[in-house]
C-alpha cells in the first residue's frame, strides 16, 4: 500500500528517511514546481536570459495590430525595486549622543540625545533588501501604431501581445510601464 507524505522546497533534491524503514529521493524543486503546473523559472528569469541571448521574446507582428513589422519600441518596465535599510545605530554614535544630550540638557537631554543619535541613519549596518526588477523590453509595432501607445492601458495591452511579456505583467500587476522610444 503506497502512502503519500508531504515535502516541502526545503526538502527537494534530497532523499529522505521515513518511519518505516525506507529511503526516498525527493525530485529537485524544478521538477516539483512543474508537476503543480508551475514554471521552473520566473518571468523576470525568463526574459532576462532572453535578452541577454540576443533573443527577441515574441514575434515580428505588431503588437497592436498583428501586421508583420520588423520596427521596434522600446518599453521600460519597473516591477520591483530593493532598498536600503537603516541598521542599528553604533555604540559610538549613541554614545556621542548620551554626551551631546548630557552637556545641552542635563538628564533629560541624556534620554533625548541617546533617542535621536539611534534613530539616525548609521550605514555601517544597512542592509540592501529586496532586488531591482526593471527591464527596457523590445516590443514589435508598426510605424502606423505607434501614435498609439502613449498611456499605460495601450502600452500594457501590447505588452501582453507578446506572451513572456504578459507572465511578467501578471507576476508584476502594479510595474511601472512607460514608452522609452
Known amino acids: 500500500m503506497r502512502k503519500a507524505h508531504a515535502v516541502s522546497a526545503a526538502d527537494a533534491g534530497e532523499s529522505l ?7 526516498v529521493d525527493v525530485p529537485p524543486l524544478h521538477q ?3 508537476s503543480v503546473g508551475e514554471e521552473a523559472l520566473s518571468p523576470a ?3 532576462q536570459s532572453l535578452l541577454l541571448a540576443g533573443q527577441l521574446p515574441g514575434t515580428n507582428l505588431c503588437a497592436v495590430c498583428s501586421a508583420t ?6 518599453i521600460g518596465i519597473e516591477c520591483e525595486r530593493g532598498e ?3 541598521g542599528p545605530a553604533s555604540r559610538t554614535t549613541a554614545g556621542i549622543g548620551c554626551l551631546f544630550g548630557m552637556a545641552i540638557g542635563g538628564l533629560g537631554g541624556l534620554f533625548a540625545g541617546n533617542r535621536v543619535m539611534q534613530s ?3 550605514t555601517a549596518g544597512a542592509k540592501y533588501v529586496g532586488q531591482d526588477v526593471a527591464f527596457e523590453l523590445p516590443l ?3 510605424t502606423g501604431c505607434r501614435a498609439g501607445l502613449n498611456d499605460r492601458t495601450a502600452l500594457i495591452k501590447a505588452l501582453r501581445f507578446v506572451p513572456e511579456y ?3 505583467l501578471d507576476r508584476y500587476p502594479n510595474a511601472e510601464v512607460k514608452r522609452i522610444s
Open 32 to 34: 516539483l514546481r512543474a
Open 69 to 74: 513589422t520588423s520596427k521596434r519600441v522600446l
Open 166 to 168: 504578459a507572465a511578467l
Open 17 to 23: 528517511n521515513w518511519a518505516c524503514g525506507r529511503t
Open 45 to 47: 528569469v525568463r526574459i
Open 120 to 122: 539616525s541613519n548609521d
Open 84 to 86: 536600503l535599510k537603516p
Open 140 to 142: 514589435p509595432v508598426c
